[in-house]
């Protein structure tokens, strides 16, 4: 087989023009704005020149941890972003979900291009709403989806652009953990109605989402029966995933901790999914892509976040016998987050679209909104994408 590793990096190599600097502020200085931080640093054509936090000092020991001085004495994203004196280029907005649409429609408003962390908001509306400002300002509106620059993943939407599976009819996704609720003692905001908005249905969700409607060209949405539960969130005696001796905070508990659901797209695709933070079982199964001509398994893994398990493997005919194809797993030299940032940076650079449409995941978001309406409803649910 050819060395298809060299063949997906070579790819991407480009002269990066480090003598026009672009200047970036980091909105919420939490866990994931560390990526960010360490990403834009490797970066020669950046500077890192704010950072704000709503806990006072926060932004400011984050700074100092990097050795990287900036400005970071704002109560909040909207103090940062009305210092004109920063001349902001961009910012990666890091905040807890709950603040992703209001800090992005801020900044691009007052022209700073956006690089907005996962998911892409709480609720349908509110994506909506980011997404005519985008349209209004003209400002490149990035989505944090590192996984699309995964080689794995773009070998997935390879073989399904190749015609090697037919005409895809089914898909079966997602994923989870058995013991694996994404909080601690201390560190609430990914279980707390007020902060974070969805659970597992939006954190992990939106990546197994993205797997595979990034894959077959993102049809539209349109009918959804949905289901979710927080059985082990709620649960006093639940077991944290970082084994902390602290009790849990079950009474913090306000998301979902289990969704699944059943998705018509248009094309008469069918999407069957599930998605956990906890379980009483290893996996909830496989992701598999099902065509008239072949079908693709992608191996499930203990923790999900957007990776693949293991080989893939593509189920076919050749010549009358029904055989297997491995694909083995392939690297990504350069890492996902450099893609991630490197892929904004450019399309700000070059006045080139957005690496990752925000139509694209105004899907992706009305699904996980189906999701959670349908489940509220009891019932099947008309997927309704508001006009942007
Ligand atoms: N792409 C990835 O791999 C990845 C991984 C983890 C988390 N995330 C996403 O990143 C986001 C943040 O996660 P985290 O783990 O860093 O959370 P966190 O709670 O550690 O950090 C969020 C920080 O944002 C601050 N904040 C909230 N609203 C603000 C505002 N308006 N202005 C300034 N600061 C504000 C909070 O005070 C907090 O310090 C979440 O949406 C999460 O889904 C993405």
């Not at 000092?57 to 994203?77: N, P, R, S």
């Not at 940062?80 to 691009?108: F, G, P």
């Not at 998301?255 to 996996?283: C, H, K, Q, S």
């Not at 593509?314 to 987050?337: A, F, R």
Request: one cysteine or more; hydrophobic letters at 40%; aromatic letters at 8%.
């Amino acid at each position: 087989m050819a060395d298809m590793n060299a063949f997906m990096t070579n790819q991407e190599k480009k002269e990066i023009d480090a003598t026009k600097k672009l200047r970036i502020g980091i909105i919420g200085t939490g866990g994931i704005a560390h990526s960010h931080m360490r990403t834009y640093l490797a970066q020669p054509d950046v500077e890192v020149v704010a950072g704000c936090d709503l806990v006072p000092g926060k932004a400011k020991a984050f700074f100092e941890e990097f050795g990287v001085e900036g400005k970071t004495d704002y109560k909040d994203h909207s103090e940062m972003i009305a210092d004109k004196s920063l001349k902001l280029d961009a910012v990666s907005i890091c905040t807890y979900n709950r603040q992703h649409a209001n800090c992005a429609i801020e900044a691009m408003r007052a022209g700073i291009h956006v690089l907005l962390e996962k998911p892409f908001t709480v609720t349908v509306e509110e994506a909506a709403e980011v997404i005519k400002v985008e349209k209004e300002t003209g400002m490149v509106l990035s989505v944090g989806f590192q996984p699309r620059f995964d080689n794995n993943m773009r070998m997935i939407k390879k073989i399904c652009e190749s015609g090697e599976l037919g005409q895809i009819y089914y898909i079966q996704t997602g994923g989870g953990r058995r013991r694996g609720i994404p909080a601690g003692a201390t560190k609430t905001t990914f279980i707390e109605d007020e902060t974070a908005g969805i659970g597992a249905l939006g954190d992990i969700g939106c990546y197994s989402l993205d797997m595979v409607l990034n894959a077959i060209g993102y049809p539209k949405p349109l009918t959804v029966t949905g289901y979710k539960s927080a059985f082990f969130g709620t649960d006093p005696n639940y077991v944290r995933y970082v084994n902390e001796n602290a009790p849990w905070v079950a009474e913090k508990f306000g998301v979902d901790d289990f969704a699944a659901a059943f998705v018509r797209l248009e094309g008469g695709i069918i999407l069957d999914f599930r998605i956990a933070w906890a379980m009483n079982i290893n996996t909830p199964g496989d992701t598999i892509i099902l065509g008239t001509k072949g079908g693709l398994r992608i191996p499930s893994t203990d923790c999900w976040n957007g990776s693949v398990g293991g080989p893939m493997t593509v189920y076919h005919e050749v010549s009358g016998e029904q055989v297997e194809t491995q694909i083995p797993i392939l690297k990504t030299p350069d890492g996902l987050w450099h893609g991630k940032i490197r892929s904004f940076l450019d399309a700000i650079k070059e006045g080139k679209p957005s690496p990752i449409p925000s139509w694209q995941i105004l899907y992706n978001q009305a699904i996980i909104d189906g999701i959670a309406k349908s489940s509220d409803a009891g019932k099947e649910i008309e997927v309704v994408i508001p006009e942007v």
